[in-house]
């Protein structure tokens, strides 16, 4: 049987994303988005059991009492974000590989608007999409441009760490949660009293963090987070939602004086089948949206991100107009991947 060092540098070589083990299957790589089999070797419970501890090492233990850990490490000289778990009485396992260089900016994809992100100096910035959609990319690629072109405080809170900085301009703190700081909320609380400029979240979870997170912006800082949703519009509802009715009012009157920019994405196969291109909504709060937000007509929004064009806002469709016009994806890919899909025909001459 092959070691964990030799399955993460074959998957490493053959630009896998993620890497599954699980009893009574062979290990599977998901390669450009789709589950492929790496070799035949059916797994075993001892085989699940043995490359659990090659991963988790010591803090295997926690599985026993936890049922899932999170963890990020290198193996094989690549660094991997790691989620152990327990299912039917066995050990599985999910290993997200990370690159060891943070991207620049311009050679994510990424509409022109998104770059111009790191330049803020307060407010709160959202990166949407579902999980392997590239967030924490696109937010380790914007905090990096400002660790190399401002002389601020970053502080990070991950669940777990994933890109690692080398402090340049910036000076950097990274805190994983369950090693470093309890919870989110905790962290966002305690961060509050480290005079940090920069405030990344790996996710806005619940009203304690949503709630410091506002206040943080409202305090001037500048303030990154994920949440797994999938537009812009979404965003706002998902975070309003997450309080009792009585309190909506006034958390939509926070958020709109403190949001900047949502920024929602999607990977997309590519056309010929050799990797995946980055779809990317990006909508700009202008005066207009605020007062969306404000009044609660979340439903109107989507029509605002497409008449602002000139502030560098794109919808999601656009988006995926734009990527099949450049040959990136195929026109099924598109309409597989649309908000409103004879939009997408419209736009493609394909009719309804």
Known sequence: ???????????????????????????????????????????????????GYELAGEDMDRILTGGELDLARSIGGTRVRINLFRQQGH???????????????????????????????RGIILVTGETGSGKSTTLAALLDRINHSRTEHILTLEDPVEYIYTADRCIVNQREIGRDTSS???????????????????????????????TAAETGHLVFATLHTNSAADAIDRIVDVFPEARHRQI?????????????QQLIATSDGKGRALACEVMI????????????????????????????????????LKLVRERKISNKAALDAAYDVDYIKKGLGLGR
């Open 1 to 51: 049987m092959q070691t964990m060092d030799e399955i993460i540098s074959a998957a490493a070589q053959m630009r896998v994303s993620d890497v599954h083990l699980v009893k009574d299957l062979p290990i599977r790589f998901r390669l450009h988005g789709s589950l492929t089999d790496f070799g035949d070797h059916i797994l075993t419970h001892e085989d699940c059991e043995r490359y």
């Open 91 to 121: 050990v599985s396992a999910a290993v997200r590989l990370l690159s060891d260089v943070i991207p620049k900016l311009e050679n994510l994809g990424l509409p022109p608007a998104v770059v111009g992100l790191a330049e803020l100096p």
């Open 184 to 214: 989110f909320a905790d962290g966002l609380r305690a961060a509050l009293r480290e005079d940090p400029d920069v405030i990344l979240i790996g996710e806005m979870r619940d009203t304690d963090t949503i709630e410091t997170a506002l």
């Open 252 to 264: 939509r009157m926070q958020l709109s004086m403190t949001l900047k920019a949502v920024v929602s």
């Open 285 to 320: 709060v202008t005066p207009a949206i605020r007062n969306l937000i404000r009044e609660g007509k979340t439903p109107m929004i989507q029509n605002a991100i497409s008449t602002t064009a000139s502030e560098g806002a794109i919808t999601m469709d656009n988006a995926l």
